[in-house]
């Protein structure tokens, strides 16, 4: 069983910066691949990122690569999302989830636990 928070989210202005943490309970977080996905209202929830149990693999959308970067301290058993270069259609609500497949995966039904989100905002 993991236990997932997210915080860090918040109002910023557009080409402002944001760092997301997910805090994670439980003794095999270091086993999961984790991942960042994100629904704006009236959307379908979307990936956003992932990375590999080591921290050693990483996968983007199209949308956020070269603007975000997710990293890990399995050490803290923590996640985050560093977002720069934000833009309006970045807001929405910011999810992490962990997944026990191997093979990291943009599919939301290949993730096993989720955490309840944080509100990101970007005003234009």
């Known amino acids: 069983q993991v236990q997932l928070v997210e915080s860090g989210g918040g109002l910023v202005q557009a080409g402002g910066s944001l760092r997301l943490s997910c805090a994670a309970s439980?003794?095999?977080?270091?086993?999961?691949?984790m991942g960042w996905f994100r629904q704006a209202p009236g959307k379908e929830r979307e990936f956003v990122a992932a990375?590999?149990?080591?921290?050693?693999?990483?996968y983007y959308a199209d949308s956020v690569k070269g603007r975000f970067t997710i990293s890990r301290d399995n050490a803290k058993n923590t996640v985050y999302l560093q977002m720069n270069s934000l833009k309006p259609e970045d807001t929405a609500v910011y999810y992490c989830?962990?997944?026990?497949?191997?093979?990291?995966?943009?599919?939301?039904?290949?993730?096993?636990?989720w955490g309840q989100g944080t509100q990101v905002t970007v005003s234009s």
């Open positions: 439980g003794r095999t977080f270091s086993s999961y691949a």
């Open positions: 989830a962990a997944s026990a497949v191997l093979a990291l995966s943009d599919r939301d039904y290949e993730y096993d636990y």
């Open positions: 990375i590999s149990w080591s921290g050693g693999k990483t």
